[in-house]
């Protein structure tokens, strides 16, 4: 059995999240909000919280969630990461259902 890190843990609880409410196969583009919760003084890492709406509710699909990196949209390589989690690497494709925001 391999060992799972803390943020692979987080990218499933996110997917079943996302499965619990919009199914296997997405029928409408999925929007994933991030907050910006800690950024270190590196800037090497930062903490994202991830939300989705359902019935004009939010949803935590994930809390303060480490993700290492910076250069790029950190956001949305969690809400990539999540979304590719739950549908793989194949069909659908992310560009037609995948949606981020920053809150």
């Known amino acids: 059995m391999a060992y799972k890190s803390q943020y692979e843990k987080d990218l499933e609880y996110?997917?079943?999240?996302?499965?619990?409410?919009?199914?296997?196969?997405?029928?409408?583009?999925?929007?994933?909000?991030?907050?910006?919760?800690?950024?270190?003084?590196?800037?090497?890492?930062r903490k994202i919280s991830a939300f989705i709406i359902v019935d004009n509710k939010p949803i935590c699909i994930a809390r303060e969630t480490k993700v290492s990196g910076c250069g790029m949209d950190m956001g949305f390589d969690l809400a990539y990461s999540i979304f590719h989690t739950v549908y793989g690497y194949g069909k659908p494709k992310y560009q037609e259902y995948l949606n981020h925001q920053w809150l």
């Open 14 to 45: 996110a997917g079943e999240r996302i499965i619990e409410f919009f199914g296997k196969k997405p029928k409408k583009p999925i929007t994933i909000y991030t907050v910006l919760n800690h950024v270190s003084r590196s800037g090497m890492m």
